[in-house]
């Protein structure tokens, strides 16, 4: 059967840079069936899931739906529900959880200071000495989209990779409603570092876990940090790639200048170092389904053309990425640095 995720894989689609943008996510538990847009098709209220919609709607903050692996029943009673609160900036990523039996207190919180990573945001939710917000110790969080409503392709992948981990003891694994990409499929997010993967295995998984444990990051598979927009992703991972840096923390993206379809993205490493990455869009070939059942399209996605070493507190050179340079460049990235091949490209449409 052809799947939307079988036609990205046989066409080698890259990963890099395709990851939902967000620095903060608000994940609730609510089991039951979910419907293609979850906040509002389930048993979740739907006034409260337009109100959460528009409450974190230009904050930095993206509101999904999560529950554990494995059947659920049709059941409307739900005595308490798991709150997961994540920023995932570097150096000041956390994760804060609570139990709540209301859910529509969740909209007193602060979501504007939440998205920046304040949690002092979270105060105004608790409700009681058994609600108040608590420092979550446990495992990193798995997230693995499985919403078939959405796409078919995250039920069929989504579904037995969840169950697969759960059955091998990963403690911090969820079902989510939504995370982007679903011809990636199966995909997941793991917080608080924010880092999502697409194609992902259970022994993938658990190498990616092995090294967040030891404060890694496992590039292979990676679609990009959610904290940043998807130039910035790209930028990120293309740095990464380039100087062997595998430390969760150690890159910043600084800043991202221009606009599509051209962008120039200065990545700062801990102790100072920068990186100037020109970052283009174009359209991904052959046409491909980015979809299950919808019409086939070109994909718009990001190849990095150039990355420089810059010194810090120096004005960057500017990489060329003027649109004439760019068809020039894509297929010549060039590099100061002795390049391991830089392959790193990234969606910029919605994905």
Not at 112 to 118: F, Q
Not at 171 to 198: C, D, K, N, Q
Not at 245 to 253: C, F, R, Y
């Amino acid at each position: 059967m052809s799947t939307c995720a079988t036609a990205s894989r046989d066409l080698s689609e890259p990963l890099a840079g395709t990851a939902t943008a967000a620095t903060t996510w608000l994940l609730l538990e609510q089991p039951g069936p979910w419907g293609a847009e979850a906040l509002t098709a389930s048993h979740l209220a739907p006034a409260v899931g337009r109100a959460l919609e528009r409450a974190t709607k230009g904050t930095g903050v993206r509101v999904a739906l999560i529950r554990r692996p494995g059947r659920h029943a049709d059941c409307h009673t739900h005595p308490q529900q798991r709150v997961f609160v994540a920023h995932t900036r570097p150096g000041h990523s956390w994760i804060r959880t609570t139990a709540l039996t209301e859910p529509e207190r969740l909209l007193a919180l602060d979501f504007a200071a939440l998205g920046a990573g304040d949690p002092a945001g979270l105060r105004p939710a608790a409700a009681g000495p058994d609600q108040g917000w608590e420092t979550y110790t446990g495992d990193p969080l798995v997230l693995v989209c499985t919403n078939g409503k959405r796409d078919r392709c995250c039920a069929l992948l989504g579904r037995p990779l969840a169950a697969e981990l759960t059955a091998s003891g990963v403690r911090g694994t969820w079902e989510i409603t939504h995370i982007g990409g679903h011809r990636f499929s199966p995909t997941l997010m793991v917080l608080p570092y924010g880092y999502a993967y697409g194609r992902a295995t259970a022994r993938s998984v658990q190498d990616v876990l092995d090294a967040l444990r030891e404060g890694r990051v496992v590039t292979e598979g990676c679609r990009g940090r959610s904290t940043w927009e998807r130039p910035g992703q790209a930028a990120e991972l293309a740095v990464r790639e380039l100087t062997g840096e595998s430390g969760a923390d150690a890159l910043t993206v600084l800043r991202t200048e221009g606009a599509a379809p051209a962008w120039n993205v200065t990545v700062e490493h801990a102790d100072g170092r920068r990186w100037r990455v020109g970052v283009v869009q174009i359209a991904d070939a052959p046409p491909r389904p980015e979809s299950c059942g919808s019409v086939l399209g070109s994909p718009a996605r990001m190849d990095v053309i150039g990355v420089r070493a810059v010194r810090a507190g120096r004005p960057a050179p500017t990489v060329a990425v003027t649109a004439a340079a760019a068809a020039a460049a894509v297929t010549q990235p060039s590099v100061e640095e002795p390049p391991r091949r830089a392959t790193t490209s990234a969606r910029a449409a919605p994905v």
